[in-house]
């Protein structure tokens, strides 16, 4: 009977202290973000370090005049001058070759939590996440690489908001971003491993909002080395000559599916192309012959 | 002095409304075929002009709000009344880059006391158009010259009743008109200091101004205003952020002198770092502005021009290049179906001035 009692006891004081720990929590116990963090490039590694393929618009929900741009795109377009140090926008940094070191901002008074901070290493980027319910700019006010970011915590994860964008990419393969885009972030922290959730929307561009994840791990010992960058003259050009493919005439438009042996229809892109559904559509569609491969002694 | 943005943005419909009314009735003073437009998203202006008559000469926007905006330095932005409006303000006096649409000036003179309270003592025009000039009576009359000098000798007698009002010749020659006829502006809107040259320099507010003519671009008077330490440019309407750029050949503008412009704005600025900040540059309309922006403007300008000229080239007629529809991929950033200046509007104007015997 004692023991009984005792066992009852136990549980009632398990319940208890239960409800005891719940309640020490705090109410404000979301998934920080903070800390250095190391990129994972094993996500897209294609598309991201080597980059991405002239012609490629797979899985992007782009519409006839963004696919047009990326058409007219010439690579040498990055060589001019005033484009050479052009950084990413905060959408697309997160794809960079970059370490990335978050941090919190607050006021010391009150403790209350003001901004994150976010340096991506390409291109020196610093970033201001406000926490602290300003509102955003008016719509005259200046456009920025980066934007303007304000947060808040939904539930454990942290929500940031963007606008006040410049153009910039979709993919770096002359897809562009309108600077009427706006989008909306994710941190997902999972102990040591960091997934940042961009959805972007643009009403220039893109025919749905385009999602995309990217994923970093926690490093205490990251030293983030600096990234200047100084515009030259690489190439002597008349003044105001901007390199484009006139229409219908980029000659390598055909290598990206010709090489995968993707259907060139479904390299051109679109909503469509981002569902796994797609796969069964492009069975039924032609695709180009794969180029030889070369012998070793043709290389 | 003002916080950086001082005035919430109201409805954007009301607005549109005042400036739409306020443009029709402006309008009518440079004729049927005047150029203006308003800002950001609003593209639907007029289609005609009307001549100016009746109450609605004098009848103003009364929702329509004038923001203003520190850009850097010794200035500011105005927001709302037409065009864009540059002010530079120091110890002495205040220092005006276009007016806006004349039934705003009050608005605009209250915008400008909520900056200095020093005199207005000069008035650059970066173009003919109304959405630019149509302030310019109310606010020079309010302002004053400090004359004396060969500056009674320049601008007159009455020198030192208002501001200055500077402009390219061209800008002068067409709100005027020989004795006898009509002039298109009220002599009071006149500008009453103008140069032919290059480019004409003030030195004011501690500060080395350049006014730099662009030939033959938006219209064939326009200039180009850089304020050199406080490190901003004001370009008129050689560059817009809200529409294909506006092209009045009927007042000698052409497509090559505007993308000529915008080569020297990119010329005459110097991003911060990583292309971005640095010198700013104040657009005839929409947001404020640096090189990167402009950059990207004269990417897009520059590719379709390329694009109209090579179709010419190959002898296409104006609806076959429009057919193969040459802005296709910055129409839904640029281009409008209805309204003032329209993709079709723009087209023609790039085919028509790239067909034009130099």
């Known amino acids: 009977m004692r023991s009984r009692t005792g066992i009852i006891g136990l549980g009632v004081a398990i319940v208890a202290l239960s409800f005891l720990a719940l309640a020490a929590t705090p109410a404000n116990a979301q998934d920080d973000p903070s800390g250095e963090w190391s990129p994972r490039f094993h996500e897209d590694w294609e598309e991201r370090i080597p980059g991405p393929e002239i012609g490629d618009y797979l899985g992007l929900p782009i519409n006839d005049a963004d696919r047009h741009r990326g058409d007219a795109w010439d690579a040498t377009l990055i060589e001019i001058p005033e484009n050479q140090c052009r950084a990413h926008g905060a959408d697309y940094a997160w794809r960079g070759p970059s370490g990335i070191r978050i941090w919190k901002q607050v006021d010391l008074a009150t403790q209350k939590l003001v901004a994150y901070h976010i340096y991506t290493s390409a291109y020196n980027e610093s970033r201001i996440i406000y926490m602290d319910g300003r509102p955003h700019p008016p719509d005259y006010a200046p456009h920025s690489w980066l934007g303007f970011s304000t947060g808040e915590f939904v539930g454990d994860t942290l929500t940031v908001t963007t606008d006040h964008l410049k153009e910039n990419w979709v993919r770096r393969n002359g897809i562009a971003r309108s600077d009427k885009a706006t989008f909306t972030e994710h941190f997902l922290r999972h102990g040591n491993y960091l997934t940042v959730a961009v959805v972007v929307y643009d009403p220039v561009y893109l025919t749905e909002p385009f999602i995309r994840t990217t994923d970093f791990v926690l490093d205490e010992h990251q030293q983030i080395a600096p990234w200047p960058c100084e515009p030259v003259d690489e190439v002597d050009r008349p003044e105001g000559v901007v390199p484009n493919h006139f229409p219908g005439t980029n000659p390598f438009l055909n290598e990206f599916p010709a090489k995968y042996g993707v259907p060139p229809e479904a390299a051109r892109g679109g909503a469509e192309t981002m569902y796994p559904e797609y796969r069964k559509k492009m069975k039924t569609m032609q695709r180009l012959p794969r180029p030889e491969k070369k012998k070793p002694a043709e290389q | ?358």
Not at chain 2, 51 to 56: A, E, F, I, T, Y
């Open chain 2, 1 to 358: 002095m003002p916080s950086t943005f001082a005035k919430v943005p109201q409805s954007n419909r009301s607005l549109r409304k005042a400036l739409l009314l306020a443009a029709a009735v402006i309008l009518g003073t440079l004729g049927a075929t005047a150029v203006a437009h308003t800002q950001e998203n609003q593209n639907a202006a007029p289609q005609a002009a009307t001549p100016l008559s009746g109450p609605g000469a004098t009848q103003a926007p009364a929702n329509a709000e004038v923001h203003v905006m520190h850009v850097q330095g010794k200035v500011y932005m105005l927001v709302g009344a037409g065009g864009n409006i540059t002010v530079q303000a120091g110890d002495d006096g205040v220092l005006l880059v276009d007016t806006g649409l004349a039934p705003m000036s009050q608005k605009v003179l209250a915008a400008v006391r909520s900056i200095s309270d020093k005199p207005i003592r000069y008035i650059i025009n970066t173009h003919v158009h109304a959405d630019h000039t149509g302030g310019n009576e109310v606010i020079a009359k309010a302002g004053e010259t400090i004359a004396g000098g060969n500056v009674v000798g320049d601008i007159g007698a009455s020198a030192g009743n208002q501001a200055t009002v500077i402009a390219f010749q061209a800008v002068l020659d067409r709100m005027s008109a020989p004795t006898g006829q009509t002039p298109a502006a009220p002599q009071g809107a006149w500008p009453t200091d103008t140069y032919t040259t290059h480019e004409k320099k003030l030195y004011f507010n501690d500060e080395p101004i350049e006014i730099i003519h662009e030939p033959n671009a938006h219209t064939d008077g326009d200039s180009i205003v850089f304020f050199h330490k406080s490190d901003v440019v004001s370009t008129g309407d050689i560059f817009v952020t809200t529409t294909y750029p506006i092209i009045d050949m009927q007042r000698g503008g052409s497509i090559n002198g505007l993308i000529a412009g915008l080569n020297h704005i990119i010329e005459l600025t110097t991003p911060k770092a990583m292309q971005e900040g640095g010198t700013m540059v104040i657009p005839g309309h929409g947001r404020l502005c640096d090189q990167s922006d402009v950059k990207f403007y004269q990417e897009m300008v520059t590719i379709i021009r390329d694009r109209v000229q090579k179709m010419i080239s190959k002898g296409m007629t104006l609806d076959q290049v429009k057919a193969a529809r040459p802005t296709l991929d910055y129409d839904p950033r640029y281009g409008a179906d209805t309204g003032f200046w329209t993709t079709d509007k723009f087209v023609d104007a790039v085919y028509n001035s790239l067909s034009q015997k130099q």
